[in-house]
């Protein structure tokens, strides 16, 4: 009987001191090297998200969340009041306990729960921390308003910040997939606090002239551009740890995962709203032919993308964003309408996809991605498995 050792093995090996990491990436080049049996050239097809590790995984990640939550209601009762130590006790028990789970036996679903626990706590405290040392309090007058900006920019900064450097700091100790996310989405926000600061010092200082109630529409429309530009970093991003892990056996892979999963929305709605002139105040969406052929354009422009770089994870997003929307639609022209309205169309096509994709999605790679793109672009990215 053969023995295969995992990944997650070597990997664990690695971080004991058994084996170098230059052994373990030996170890990697002769199994691809070698010959795979059936059963792992299917497994292979698949994006194999690694968010699970059996069952005995699973049985940690209910003891681990009934421990934490356990342990703050002790809080509770021993702090009463106490919102910002409780957060911050919370914080240390899930790092704490983190040590054991995640550093040392390596359990992927119970290692997630306890990074958001400890996100969620860690950005609780570090608000409650924030707003006492700078209350922000409703302006009066123009001169309140104005002394406000410094105090805003201050605790953004310190906040994002904070929350940033506390995940840099988590991932570097555990290397938790999820993280990623997580630090594209501060990073994020911090972009916006910086563009809303530099729109408003234009403002008062008079180098932007201040927008009129009618400018609103076109204001908001340009907005879509920082929220665009942020998903295709993200994405960029993703994108370079896909190529930098073709194979997909490292972390890496597992953060571009959750990369293109921040990224997607980002990049869906802001290319929706332009693509199709909606109307972004109001939120009601253009029921003519050429919303429903920029759309049916976007979608498959999405689909390609996702094929190339072999990421459901970028599909599935843009497909239920484009599914809810034109769910929306439909609930609310039944009444005023008996006819199909043109985003039925969407619907259709977005159930075919899903159901198309999820049943042949290496096939349809090879269909479509190998004879489209040249053979220098197929080598940078993730290789297109046989049947």
């Known amino acids: 009987m053969s023995v295969v050792i995992s990944q997650e093995t070597l990997d664990s090996a690695v971080t004991q001191g058994v084996i170098t ?13 070698g010959s ?69 036996h390596r359990m992927k679903l119970s290692s997630t729960v306890l990074s958001l626990f400890f996100v969620i706590s860690f950005t609780v405290a570090l ?5 006492a040392r700078y209350p922000i309090q409703k302006p009066e007058s123009i001169w309140q308003l104005l002394a406000l ?35 594209a989405i501060a990073a994020t926000l911090l972009a916006f606090l910086q563009t809303a600061l530099l729109l408003y010092d234009g403002v ?31 994405f960029g991003t993703a994108v370079a740890l896909d190529v930098y892990d073709r194979e997909r056996r490292k972390i890496w892979s597992d953060c571009a995962f959750w990369l293109h999963v921040v990224s997607a929305p980002m990049l869906v709605h802001p290319l929706f709203i332009m693509a199709t002139g909606q109307d972004v105040v109001m939120g009601r969406i253009e029921p003519d032919a050429n919303a429903t052929v920029m759309l049916a354009i976007l979608i498959i422009a999405f689909v390609y993308v996702a094929l190339a770089i072999d990421r459901r994870s970028l599909l599935v997003p843009t497909l239920a964003y484009f599914g809810s929307l034109g769910i ?53 990215l993730p290789p297109i498995k046989q049947a």
């Not at 299917?42 to 939550?69: C, K, P, Y």
């Not at 201050?154 to 993280?179: S, T």
């Open 21 to 33: 990491v230059q052994q373990r990436d030996r170890l990697y080049a002769l199994e691809r090297s």
């Open 36 to 104: 795979f049996n059936a059963e792992d050239a299917a497994e292979s097809a698949e994006e194999n998200l690694r968010l699970i590790g059996g069952g005995n995984d699973l049985f940690v990640t209910v003891g681990t969340i009934l421990l934490t939550v356990g342990f703050y209601f002790v809080l509770n009762t021993l702090l009463p009041g106490q919102r910002l130590w409780i957060a911050a006790l919370v914080a240390v028990f899930s790092w704490g306990l983190a040590e054991v789970v995640t550093r040392q």
């Open 127 to 131: 608000g409650l921390e924030i707003f």
């Open 149 to 183: 900006r410094q105090q805003a920019s201050g605790a953004g900064y310190l906040f994002l910040g904070g929350i940033m450097a506390a995940v840099a700091l988590y991932f570097w100790r555990f290397r938790v997939p999820i993280l990623a996310g997580v630090f």
């Open 204 to 234: 008062t200082t008079g180098m932007v002239a201040p927008p009129r109630l009618e400018d609103m529409p076109e204001l908001m429309r340009a907005a879509l551009y920082m929220p665009l530009i942020c998903g295709l970093i993200v």
């Open 328 to 380: 929306y639609y439909l609930v609310n022209s039944t009444a005023n309408s008996t006819g199909i309205p043109p985003f039925a169309l969407i619907l259709l096509v977005v159930g075919a996809l899903i159901i198309t994709f999820g049943a042949g999605w290496q096939h349809i790679r090879r269909l479509i991605v190998r004879p489209t793109l040249p053979t220098s672009v197929l080598e940078k």
